[in-house]
């Protein structure tokens, strides 16, 4: 078991190398032993649409290669035609003796590999470094479990949780280390989401292939820097007098703009993850709709010593507290001389 949880992490190190490039799809890696428990081959799903984990490794073998071995990869093998063919007929096409999971499928669509599988005589071992499997697939499994995007928060703040002045400037509470750092984790995700107020405050170029700005009112100007990249998604209560000029944007009207709304737009159009940068108000109402499933916590060494700052999270009103929504930490990485936590819901 020890020996196979060291081939588990080499999946899961292959299945990031394609952190943003794979949805709505898994991240997926996977490891080929030959019957004697050589390793012989690897691979992992590189981009949606291309082959799977398994297919990818399996498919660089002479077809004789891997009878009487073992594949560990870190999702169970689907078990449809998609847009390649089920890698669990594949397995059995090469005649595999064994294969280790970390994490069940639970897609009803793709599931039931492992059923097939061991139908076919092979052994299945289950649950290798399962925890971790399961939080390297977060985003997946939101989407499948709950039916929605997966929700990332992201803030940037001084050591009494100050995102600017109240005048609002906040130019720059973190160093170019910690903002190049979150330029980055906004790759791993399907898209970037920000309200009117950041744009109007801050004018940012939030570079990213796809955008989603909350304006009710529409008080934008459509040549804001944010607007000339990338495809936009704008969520507002008015009617566009001129849509037709931008086909980059695509305005979603509702008499009400509510988080539950968007959410269900964004799902309908395959946005599984997304990436959120606001201020305090927009971040705090996500949290108190309980839509806060990661967050990024960037803390610079200073203190605005000044209660009318304002605050990273703004989105409610409690008298206890009981009351408070409660996270635990999962990560801390130094990005001297700031410092980012992590953090997930209880």
Known sequence: M???????????????????KTSPNPLVGCVVLDKFGNKISEGYH??????HAERDALLKLDKDAAIGGTLIVNLEPCNHHGKTPPCSDLIIERGLKRVVISSIDTNPVASGGIKKLENAGIEVIQGVLEEEGNELNEVFFTNINKKRPFIALKTATTLDGKISTKIGDSKWITSDKARKYARRLRTKYDAILTSSSTVLADNPEMKHKTKIVIDRYLKCDLS????KNGKINIFTQKTPSEGDKYPHIEFIQN?????DFILEELFKRKIM????????????????EGYADKIYQFIAPKIANDNSSKSAFDGDTISLISQSKEFRLVDMKKLDPDVLLTYKPL
Do not use: H, P, W
Not at 224 to 227: D, K, L
């Open 224 to 227: 804001a820097q944010i607007f």
């Open 255 to 259: 008499d009400k703009i509510t988080i």
């Open 46 to 51: 590189k981009k949606y649409g291309e082959n």
């Open 273 to 288: 993850s997304v990436f959120v940068e606001a201020g305090g108000k927009l971040l705090g109402s996500f949290v108190k």
């Open 2 to 20: 020890d020996n196979y949880s060291k081939y588990m992490r080499t999946c899961f190190k292959l299945a990031r190398k394609a952190e943003g």
